[in-house]
């Protein structure tokens, strides 16, 4: 298990951006997969971004929601994953969570079961 402290969140307005910070507590993030999920009152957890290493360099995935406004990025000196968050809107309201995972060949690359360890959440209002 991975202890992941996410800070960041808060209040902004529509058309702001904020950035999310998630430090996990590891020698090195390289074995893991770090993504970022978002839950808003009365849904469902859902996938916002994921950052993962392997032999050909790093990849990154996004929701179509967040594609083109949010970037996810990792510093390896700080064992710590950033969520860059541009051009809010409204319905990007929700408590953001980190998570941390090794790779699961059996489970799709987007779902919630390739994390293991999961942050407290942040909340993040946006509003109009």
């Known amino acids: 298990q991975v202890q992941l402290d996410e800070s960041g969140g808060g209040l902004a307005q529509a058309g702001g951006s904020l950035r999310l910070s998630c430090a996990a507590s590891?020698?090195?993030?390289?074995?893991?997969?770090m993504g970022w999920f978002r839950q808003a009152p009365g849904k469902e957890r859902e996938f916002v971004a994921r950052?993962?290493?392997?032999?050909?360099?790093?990849?990154?995935y996004y929701a179509d929601s967040v594609k083109g406004r949010f970037t996810i990025s990792r510093d390896n000196a700080k064992n710590t994953v950033y969520l860059q968050m541009n051009s809010l809107k409204p319905e990007d309201t929700a408590v953001y969570y980190c998570?941390?995972?090794?790779?699961?060949?059996?489970?799709?690359?987007?779902?919630?079961?390739?994390?293991?360890?999961w942050g407290q959440g942040t909340q993040v209002t946006v509003s109009s």
């Open positions: 590891v020698r090195t993030l390289r074995p893991y997969a």
């Open positions: 950052i993962e290493w392997n032999d050909i360099g790093t990849s990154y």
């Open positions: 998570a941390a995972g090794t790779w699961k060949s059996t489970v799709d690359r987007l779902s919630r079961a390739q994390y293991d360890s």
